[in-house]
Nanobody, 126 residues
């Protein structure tokens, strides 16, 4: 019933920037937390960033902290990921996730979100 659709992926040079968007569609709902995960070829899915609406708090994986910024537009039920200073190691399929329950950030970062997007590919070249 609820779908998440990512956009904004593409091919960029190392050091460049991209902004990803994730919009919820279908049945409207209030997302307690929304965030991003990524999966590189041959690797496990990993947490990237999250945004918790009620406390206006954010949390980032150490690998992206200082380079990526997560933000959200609650009126549009949309979350964004601004990615700066991109590295080839950032190459991956990026997935949006959302959940309407009041779970901990640790629980969300472990990949337990109820809703998932199909992913958008980010490729960073040297």
């Amino acid at each position: 019933q609820v779908q998440l659709v990512e956009s904004g992926g593409g091919l960029v040079q190392a050091g460049g920037s991209l902004r990803l968007s994730c919009a919820a569609s279908g049945r409207t709902f209030i997302s307690t937390v929304m965030g991003w995960f990524r999966q590189a070829p041959g690797k496990e899915r990993e947490f990237v960033a999250l945004s918790r609406w009620s406390t206006d708090s954010t949390y980032y994986a150490d690998s992206v902290k200082g380079r990526f910024t997560i933000s959200r537009d609650n009126a549009k039920n949309t979350v964004y990921l601004q990615m700066n200073s991109l590295k080839p190691e950032d190459t991956a399929v990026y997935y949006c996730a959302a959940d309407s329950s009041a779970r901990s950030s640790t629980w969300f970062a472990a990949g337990n979100s109820r809703y998932w997007g199909k992913g958008t590919l980010v490729t960073v070249s040297s």
